[in-house]
Each structure stands twice: as C-alpha cells, then as structure tokens.
C-alpha cells in the first residue's frame, strides 16, 4: 500500500490542503496524494498512475510525480463503483416501511472508507462523481453469495416439505380465494379491485404449485442421469454452446448448481416452461395422460390477461381497459383446479416410478 504511505508523508511534510471551492476536475494530482482501501485492501489507482503523466502536482510539493487529472480519477472512482456495486434489494419490513435485504449503504459512507485523500478532494468527489443517492448500495460480490445461500435454502426447505404439503398448500389457497370472491359485493368501493387481485392471486398460486413441485421431484434424487438426461434433451437441445474437455469436466461437476440456479429464476407462469417440465418428469402410463391442450391453452390466455392487471392497472397494450367479473373467475378456478388436478396424477406417478 505505498500509495497510503506517501499520502500519510505528503500529509506530514508537504500537503497543501485544498478547500473544496479551490479544486478543478482540470486540477493534476498524484498517487501519493490519493489513494484507495477496498474490501480486498486494493488501491484501485495503483495500475492507473503507471500511465500518469510527469509534472506537478495541484495538491503537494513535488513536480517530478506521475499525476493525473481529477477529471480521470473521477471516472476510474465511476467505473470501480459500476463493477463492484449495484443497488441493495429491498423489501417491505414488519412496519410497511422499505427496508434493505442486504447491508446497504450510502455511496457516500462507500466513498468514505475507501478514499484516502485531503477532506476537501474527498467532498469534492462525492458532489461531482454521477451516482444515484436516492438508493443504498451493496457489493455485487456479497449480492452473489446472499442469493446462492438463498437457493440452497429453498432447496433444503422444498426437499424436507415432501410433494403432498405442496399440493395441500395449493389447495388451502384457491379456497381462500374462492371464500374471498364469495363475499365481495358489488356495492362495495373495492370490488373491481378484488375481482382483479383476486384473478391475478389464482395465476400466483398455479405458479407457486408448479414452481415447487418442479423442484421437488427434479431434486428428491438429483444424482438420477436418467432424470438429467431428459432434462438436457428438452431444455438444452437448441443450445449451441461447445465445451472442451475442462469445460465439460467443469460443468458436470457443477451440475446440480447449475440446473438449481436455472430452475430457480424459471418461471411458472409461463405455459411453455410448464408443458418443458411435464415433459421431464412424465413418466409413460396407460393410466396416466399428459395436461389437456384445451385446458393448459385456455390458461395461457388467462396469464395474459393477469399480465394486464398486473403489470398495466388493467388496460392492455392498446390502452383498452380490461375486465373480469365472478363468473369468469370461477372460470378461471376450474380451469386451474382441472389442470393441477391433472399434474398432480403426473408428479405422483413420476415419484413412485422405480427409476426414480
């Protein structure tokens, strides 16, 4: 760290002090005038100043230094933050207030502990350099491992609940919301608004159903190559990836991680991934049948229009103004009752299968 060294010397013997209003982006400062602690005790100006410039310093004494401009240490601060840090993910807590998941902070304090430089030039960096304050930020690196932690957990809790308590979930919360649709009244102030939550929580709940109950029989015995290979040969098979051999060593090694980390951003409400991972876990049975086109047809254009409610305050993309009403509701009920009904005898034929 001879960067901080020179700085804590330049500081004791030859450092001119600056108040902010006296510093330029046009102003040239050397490595011993600043310098830099990240959390791996990096100077991330170290490389940057071995393409300095020779010539005096706006902040010390010495004249024979390799300085640069502040304007380039601005943009090497700028292009360090883009990489190492991104916006903490938030979430409501207990209260209803906006809380973050990780351990957010203020670009500012970041900046803070990791400038080593004159109080002045370190204000001054903080009011020039174009980064959001309306957020709290976190290292990408730490974001990396609290969600790989995350699905490690998903996974150990999926696999200790066993498919029944999924499928007994889902049931328990489709009657909840036909109890809800039942006793909304058409003079109350909300009702359009409980039809539309209502329509949109049905979609939810397939979704939660299918997300977890994928992941269970792909994972109650993930070391299976049968169930691998039709994993691959259905969601890989217009890959056009080559791998050499340590690639492919690499892979294979990691392949539970893999297919964990895929699954685990898959999403259900999409029919063609539901009819994918039919496909995977369907096992050949005269007594079972594969999910009705009509039925699984009709809910793609139900998920259509949740998208509506959800994502457009319920106009479509023509600005047309979308409804739905009790009876299309229970429609929809039907609908994915009918179609889980028929996963259900697919999934518990799949887990008794003895190949599984």
């Known amino acids: 760290m001879s960067g901080i060294k020179n700085y ?14 006296e510093i330029s982006i046009k102003d040239m400062i050397c490595s011993g005038c600043i310098s830099s602690c990240d959390n791996k005790d990096h100077n991330i100006f170290d490389e940057f100043f071995e ?23 601005l943009k090497v601060i700028q292009n360090y933050f883009e990489k190492s840090y991104q916006a903490a ?11 973050y998941r990780g351990q957010g902070e203020e670009y500012e304090e970041i900046l803070e502990d990791l400038l080593v430089c004159d109080d ?6 903080k009011e020039n350099i174009n980064i959001d304050n309306s957020v709290t930020y976190e290292l990408i690196s730490d974001a990396n491992e609290r969600y790989e932690q995350e699905i490690e957990e998903y996974y150990s809790y999926i696999n200790g609940l066993g498919y029944s308590k999924i499928k007994t979930y889902f049931d328990a919360n489709i009657d909840l919301v036909k109890d809800f649709v039942n006793s909304l009244q058409k003079d109350n102030t909300f009702y359009n608004l409980g039809l539309r939550m209502s329509f949109s929580q049905i979609i939810s709940i397939m979704e939660k159903y299918f997300f977890d109950s994928f992941n269970h029989c792909l994972f109650s015995n993930i070391d299976n190559n049968y169930l691998l290979e039709k994993y691959f040969k259905i969601f890989k098979k217009n890959n056009k990836d080559k ?3 340590v690639d492919l060593f690499l892979t294979y090694r990691n392949i539970n991680k893999k297919i964990k980390e895929e699954l685990y951003k898959t999403s259900f409400h999409n029919i ?3 009819k994918k991972m039919i496909s995977v876990i369907e096992i050949e049975s005269d007594n079972i049948k594969t999910l009705d086109n009509n039925n699984i047809n009709k809910m793609g254009t139900y998920v259509d229009k949740r998208h509506n409610f959800v994502h457009r305050v319920e106009y479509n993309k023509n600005n047309i103004l979308v409804t739905t009403n009790k009876d299309e509701i229970n429609d929809l009920i ?6 889980i009904s028929e996963a259900d005898k697919i999934m518990k034929n799949y887990l008794s299968d003895p190949r599984i």
């Open 51 to 73: 393409y300095g410039i020779t010539g005096k310093c706006d902040f010390c004494k010495y004249e024979d230094e390799e300085t640069t401009s502040i304007e380039n240490i």
């Open 8 to 21: 804590i010397m330049n500081l004791e013997e030859s450092h001119n002090s600056k108040d902010i209003s």
């Open 243 to 245: 791998l050499n051999y």
């Open 120 to 125: 002045g030039l370190k204000l001054f960096i």
């Open 334 to 339: 039907k609908c994915t009752e009918d179609l």
């Open 272 to 274: 063609d991934n539901i």
């Open 89 to 99: 993910e938030m979430c409501l807590g207990i209260n209803g207030d906006v809380e």
